[in-house]
């Protein structure tokens, strides 16, 4: 019994092990490479020492991969985005980095950004949300106006949408129990 135990975590380990060594980082230039699994500069996380630097100070235009010692630029305007060894994507809306929090009907995409309420208060970190139709469609602000504007003819699913959430900051809200974005299920239950 015990032997059987150890049998068993040890194929565990095996298995987690190699997904662990499978994954990879890099970039990928365009959303058909990322369906593919096809990098344009991949670093193998179990194997390789390497970095990507996204450059977002003083607003660079390209990214930077290290892949063993070596230095690989690549401009931001010419590529579908970047993944890191812990499996997050991100991508760029002109030179701004961009993470991919959800993927689904509608690709939900965040950005820290410093803001001030007043002059007298002190800035603070707040997330901004964007949204693209599917992981090829183009970037825009998620709000209501341009999410009705990304589904222009189907006025019922207008209907719902002003129904559901009545400002731009509810179109933000997580759904717990389906772990999703609630607009997200409710384009799943429109049929979308």
């Known amino acids: 019994m015990k032997t059987n135990k150890l049998i068993i975590t040890a194929l565990i380990l095996t298995i987690f092990g190699l997904n662990i060594n499978a994954q990879k980082s890099g970039v990928y230039k365009t959303f058909a490479d990322y369906t593919n699994g096809v990098m344009e500069v991949s670093i193998n996380c179990g194997t390789e020492k390497g970095k990507i630097k996204p450059n977002d100070f003083f607003g ?18 010419e590529i579908f985005g970047y993944q890191l060894c812990d499996g997050k994507l991100s991508r ?18 965040s950005k820290e950004v410093l803001q001030t309420t007043s002059p007298k208060s002190s800035p603070k ?13 183009a970037i825009k602000y998620l709000t209501l106006n341009n999410l009705k504007a990304a589904f222009p003819d189907n006025h019922k699913l207008h209907d719902a949408i ?5 400002s731009d900051v509810s179109l ?12 997200n299920h409710l384009l799943e239950d429109q049929g979308l």
């Open 92 to 109: 760029f809306l002109n030179k701004e980095r961009l993470s991919v929090e959800e993927k689904g009907i509608l690709w939900i995409y």
């Open 60 to 77: 660079k235009d390209y990214l930077t991969v290290i892949k063993q010692g070596e230095k690989h630029d690549l401009k931001k305007a």
């Open 125 to 137: 970190w707040v997330k901004k949300y964007y949204f693209g139709k599917g992981g090829d469609g």
């Open 172 to 183: 933000t809200n997580f759904d717990s129990s389906h772990k999703m974005f609630k607009i």
């Open 162 to 166: 002003d129904l559901q959430f009545g």
